[in-house]
């Protein structure tokens, strides 16, 4: 930890490819704040991404990095973590790659509750691959593939997470700076899994859940008598569909991390000089 970081240390030098206006750049500028501000360095920060518009951003961060491949950057982060508790690993990653092919691991990696946040860029449409509907697109939101609107109710992530025994939830919206760096700082000093979805909009396919709508419709729940510590309210806040709630819904103060629970100390990081005995021969009967 360093209290020397600023989060221009955590730019890279490669200029983004996302549309102008894109609900990414608030989302990626929250997070690099958020790692200065708790004190992480480029040099221990481990960035994972998954596939989309969002899995981009490995690039466009400096830290260490790894654009894995689709839905599947929760295990990589597992692994990073486990193997090295002293980075601060975060994955990143869309609605389309962590609610859709992502979502067992999803589910698993809030169950194992490893220290690490998920900080996840919510835009309700598949942007990359040109606007297609997504898991949470609304059931009357039409494309080009769904004319008539999916016909099926949107998925609900932080439904999933707190039914999965998630020990930390939190809603931002990456057009509110200061609210959406001060939500991923908190993910981050949670002793555990950090997962935050943030209101991301795509301004080039989705023309109805935009700046305007979500900055007319968000609640933040500072503004409430929210008890984030209730499961109880954190349900009844995640149901309630007539309302774009930001704000932490649920934190567990007695959360105990995977490694912690499970005896796992020091770190698999260091190896040895010299491969283990046999490891050539073993290498070499895969060519």
Not at 8 to 16: G, V
């Amino acid at each position: 930890m360093s209290s020397d970081v600023h989060f221009t240390d955590f730019k890279s030098d490669k200029q983004p490819t996302w549309c102008p206006g894109c609900g990414d750049f608030g989302t990626m500028n929250g997070m690099m704040k958020a790692l200065s501000e708790t004190g992480n360095h480029p040099d221990e920060t481990f960035l994972v991404a998954g596939i989309g518009c969002s899995g981009k951003i490995g690039t466009y961060m400096h830290s260490y990095a790894l654009h894995g491949v689709h839905g599947r950057a929760l295990p990589v982060g597992t692994g990073v973590k486990i193997a090295n508790p002293d980075l601060e690993v975060m994955v990143a990653g869309g609605d389309g790659d962590g609610y859709s092919i992502g979502v067992g691991h999803f589910i698993h990696a809030v169950r194992r509750n490893v220290d690490m946040t998920y900080v996840v860029m919510d835009n309700r449409i598949y942007g990359l691959t040109k606007g297609q509907a997504s898991p949470t697109s609304r059931e009357d939101f039409e494309t080009s593939t769904s004319p008539e609107g999916t016909n099926v109710p949107p998925v609900n992530p932080k439904a999933l997470a707190l039914s999965a025994g998630a020990t930390f939830i939190a809603q931002s919206f990456s057009s509110d700076s200061q609210r959406h760096t001060e939500l991923v700082r908190q993910a981050i000093e949670h002793d555990g899994f950090g997962f935050v979805n943030v209101y991301s909009p795509c301004v080039t396919f989705n023309d109805v859940d935009t700046y305007d709508y979500f900055r007319g419709s968000i609640v933040d729940l500072e503004d409430t008598d929210h008890d984030s510590g209730s499961f109880d309210q954190a349900k009844d806040r995640i149901l309630d569909s007539d309302k774009e709630y930001i704000g932490v819904l649920y934190q567990d103060d007695d959360s105990v991390p995977y490694s912690e629970r499970e005896g796992i100390e020091g770190s698999m990081a260091d190896i040895p000089d010299g491969a283990p005995d046999g490891a050539t021969d073993l290498v070499r009967e895969f060519y």
